[in-house]
């Protein structure tokens, strides 16, 4: 990383300043009109609400043929489904159940996928934040650590050969978008310990969820690495701060900081509309130039400064070392994995 790539992402897209900038002055830039996805399917995870859901109808905008709302209830799926259906009266919506909480469901929901003609871009859009610790009564977990980090690797892994195998039918690479956040930018681990079991300490809301983060980071980059652009592009997404989504109503805070969060999101946030755009953007419009990369603003940014540093190559070390573990305690075995 050059001095001046180290300077602008500390001004730009790790201090407040920048913080505010990007919020109040970056904006999407249109999609080229020769840009259509008639004939491709993608998959949603997290869609039936949120920026899940605004980015379904934005490329079914783009005159997708098949959706797949990936949700945790059928319920709901199927409210969303409905939804779409009136507006997109052409486009085939299904509503298949993933819940991310649960590993057995991850690897049902890959086999299915296996089943499908073609797939040719998914964006892993499903993330919880919690204001207390609450412990995955399927996994002992703690459940953010589970949903937003090992079960979104645990999909990437298993989706990755079957995108390899069914994409590109459209004369292009098929897409996998995780999607991230710039708060990885403060992530702390204690470098001088494991880390996958440090989320086993005390809780706290601020540091796990950037922590999560930054392991995704870690982990898509290395994944990246050993996938040809020409087969699958893989890349990270950050939305920016949206207020409108479930992931913040989880946090479950008292009126008071209810009313705080509300003048923050009013004065600070993106629309629905504007966050989703970046997952359109990554998925869709960005190019080889991305894959293994993080992208913010509509375009490719600098990972958090710890990823160029040696202290960096020996946490990305343990992170894909103790990730294997986990995966292969849950029977998930990859040809790539033996890399890691």
């Known amino acids: 990383m050059s001095l001046w790539d180290q300077i602008h992402s500390r001004l730009i897209f790790q201090s407040g300043i920048g913080f505010i900038y990007r919020q109040l002055f ?26 899940g859901f605004e980015a379904a109808r934005q490329l079914l905008q783009l005159d997708l043929s098949r959706l797949i709302l990936a949700v945790r209830s059928q319920a709901k799926g199927n409210v969303a489904a409905e939804a779409l259906r009136k507006e997109f009266l052409y486009a085939q919506i299904e509503v298949w159940i993933l819940d991310m909480e649960d590993p057995e469901s991850v690897s049902t929901f890959a086999i299915k996928c296996q089943t499908l003609g073609r797939i040719d871009m998914v964006i892993l859009n499903a993330g919880v934040q919690n204001k207390d610790c609450v412990v995955s009564v399927k996994t002992g977990k703690e459940q953010t650590f589970q949903v937003n980090y090992l079960s979104t690797i645990m999909l990437a892994v298993l989706l990755l050969p079957i995108l390899k195998a069914k994409g590109g039918l459209a004369g292009k690479p098929a897409r996998l978008t995780v999607v991230t956040s710039t708060t990885a930018y403060f992530a702390d681990f204690d470098h001088m310990k494991p880390i996958l079991p440090q989320f086993d300490e005390k809780y706290d809301v601020t540091k796990w969820y950037a922590r999560e983060k930054l392991l995704q980071m870690i982990f898509v980059r290395r994944l990246a690495a050993l996938v040809s652009s020409d087969e699958v592009i893989i890349n990270t997404v950050c939305p920016g701060l949206v207020g409108d989504t479930e992931i913040w109503r989880t946090l479950n805070t008292s009126a008071v900081l209810r009313y705080v969060f509300s003048a923050y999101f009013a004065l600070f946030g993106r629309s629905l509309a504007e966050g989703a755009s970046t997952y359109v953007h990554a998925a869709v419009v960005a190019g080889r130039e991305s894959h293994g990369g993080f992208l913010s603003e509509w375009g490719v940014r600098p990972y958090p400064v710890v990823m160029y540093s040696k202290r960096g190559e020996n946490l990305e070390k343990k992170v894909l070392s103790e990730t294997r573990e986990k995966l292969k305690s849950v029977n998930v075995s990859h040809a790539l994995m033996q890399d890691f």
């Open 26 to 51: 970056m904006h999407p830039p249109p999609i080229a009109a020769e840009v259509k996805l008639d004939g491709q399917t993608a998959i949603i995870t997290g869609s039936n609400t949120g920026l």
